[in-house]
């Protein structure tokens, strides 16, 4: 089998990557970096080249495609937003067409974002038919990219599925997010580099988190025993405090660390709320459930950062 991942070199690509070839894939993709150690096939192209797309998807002949390319960063969304939405709307509308002209065969998983939902009605969980009201840019090109591929598999009768996927952390992943930021911060103070005060934002958060590893785990199962243009909420069901996060990462360092809120940490505008989703539909149609305890990411993520200070 062989599969194909838009923004390999990111995050989530190296596990997506990884776990692919667990299943015995060849897996290729593209990025913006010059090279991508992890790809056996690697190309840096701008996403909004249709043209070129279509012929590296011509010579790859994928069975599956996964889409993670885009500003996977808030806040770059918010500073950014024509950028933002040319990535996120056009690159979408260029791969699809690719899709449509090399390899209408394939199956194309568009990864989107519980920030589809944005201002929901005060349901106590988020299922795949609550409205969706964005209210930043990021869940706006989102969700408009999201629009874009089920046109397109109305139209053209190409195989597109989707995901909208909660928050997900662990090893590898940039410090520019909380869990991240915060583990690594742990780690710097583990190390003598920082004394032992974790600068933080809102710790007043209720998150619905899952580990990367359970993540990638779910875009396969989407693929393979999902259903052709259904969209899906990658989440846990369960919500779980900033403070147990920050609490737990603490737990791995040797010092005794405080808390120090800092106002440049918190963001302007944003709303505070409970983001509990519900698994429901994934659950049922592919079978997949999440496997690994927050606790065990949060040791992983914390030594990810001990090794690289």
Same mark, same amino acid.
């Given at each position: 089998?062989?599969?194909?991942?838009?923004?390999?070199?990111?995050?989530?690509?190296?596990?997506?990557?990884? /776990?692919?070839?667990?299943?015995?894939?060849?897996?290729?993709?593209?990025?913006?970096?010059?090279? @991508?150690?992890?790809?056996?096939?690697?190309?840096?192209?701008?996403?909004?080249?249709?043209? !070129?797309? @279509?012929?590296?998807?011509?010579?790859?002949?994928?069975?599956?495609?996964?889409?993670?390319?885009?500003?996977?960063?808030?806040?770059?969304?918010?500073?950014?937003?024509?950028?933002?939405?040319?990535?996120?709307?056009?690159?979408?509308?260029?791969?699809?067409?690719?899709?449509?002209?090399?390899?209408?065969?394939?199956?194309?998983?568009?990864?989107?974002?519980?920030?589809?939902?944005?201002?929901?009605?005060?349901?106590?969980?988020?299922?795949?038919?609550?409205? @969706?009201?964005?209210?930043?840019?990021?869940?706006?090109?989102? /969700?408009?990219?999201?629009?874009?591929?089920?046109?397109?598999?109305? !139209?053209?009768?190409?195989?597109?599925?989707?995901?909208?996927?909660?928050?997900?952390?662990?090893?590898?992943?940039?410090?520019?997010?909380?869990?991240?930021?915060?583990?690594?911060?742990?780690?710097?103070?583990?190390?003598?580099?920082?004394?032992?005060?974790?600068?933080?934002?809102?710790?007043?958060?209720?998150?619905?988190?899952?580990?990367?590893?359970?993540?990638?785990?779910? /875009?396969?199962?989407?693929?393979?025993?999902?259903?052709?243009?259904?969209?899906?909420?990658? @989440?846990?069901?369960?919500?779980?405090?900033?403070?147990?996060?920050?609490?737990?990462?603490?737990?791995?360092?040797?010092?005794?660390?405080?808390?120090?809120?800092?106002?440049?940490?918190?963001?302007?505008?944003?709303?505070?709320?409970?983001?509990?989703?519900?698994?429901?539909?994934?659950?049922?149609?592919?079978?997949?459930?999440?496997?690994?305890?927050?606790?065990?990411?949060?040791?992983?993520?914390?030594?990810?950062?001990?090794?690289?200070?």
């Amino acid at each position: 089998m062989k599969s194909f991942i838009t923004g390999i070199h990111g995050f989530v690509g190296n596990h997506l990557t990884q /776990y692919l070839k667990t299943k015995g894939h060849e897996v290729s993709g593209i990025d913006q970096a010059e090279t @991508c150690a992890h790809a056996d096939k690697y190309y840096k192209v701008d996403m909004r080249d249709s043209e !070129q797309l @279509c012929a590296i998807l011509s010579d790859i002949q994928p069975d599956y495609i996964f889409h993670l390319a885009g500003l996977s960063f808030v806040p770059d969304n918010a500073s950014t937003p024509k950028f933002s939405i040319d990535i996120t709307v056009m690159g979408a509308a260029s791969l699809l067409d690719a899709v449509k002209k090399a390899v209408p065969g394939a199956i194309t998983l568009m990864i989107g974002s519980l920030k589809e939902y944005g201002l929901t009605g005060g349901e106590s969980s988020i299922d795949e038919s609550t409205v @969706c009201r964005p209210i930043d840019f990021y869940g706006i090109s989102k /969700y408009a990219a999201e629009l874009i591929g089920q046109q397109y598999s109305r !139209q053209f009768d190409i195989d597109i599925r989707h995901s909208r996927s909660f928050n997900h952390t662990g090893p590898g992943q940039s410090n520019r997010f909380v869990c991240s930021d915060w583990a690594y911060q742990c780690a710097l103070v583990a190390k003598g580099l920082q004394k032992p005060e974790i600068q933080v934002g809102d710790l007043d958060q209720e998150i619905d988190f899952l580990d990367v590893r359970d993540v990638v785990e779910a /875009y396969y199962t989407i693929v393979t025993n999902g259903t052709k243009n259904q969209i899906y909420n990658v @989440c846990s069901g369960t919500t779980t405090s900033l403070r147990w996060i920050l609490s737990t990462l603490s737990e791995n360092c040797p010092l005794t660390i405080t808390h120090a809120v800092k106002p440049e940490r918190l963001r302007a505008g944003e709303i505070r709320r409970i983001s509990r989703g519900n698994p429901a539909k994934l659950f049922a149609d592919t079978g997949w459930k999440p496997a690994i305890p927050l606790s065990q990411t949060m040791a992983d993520l914390f030594a990810y950062w001990y090794e690289r200070v």
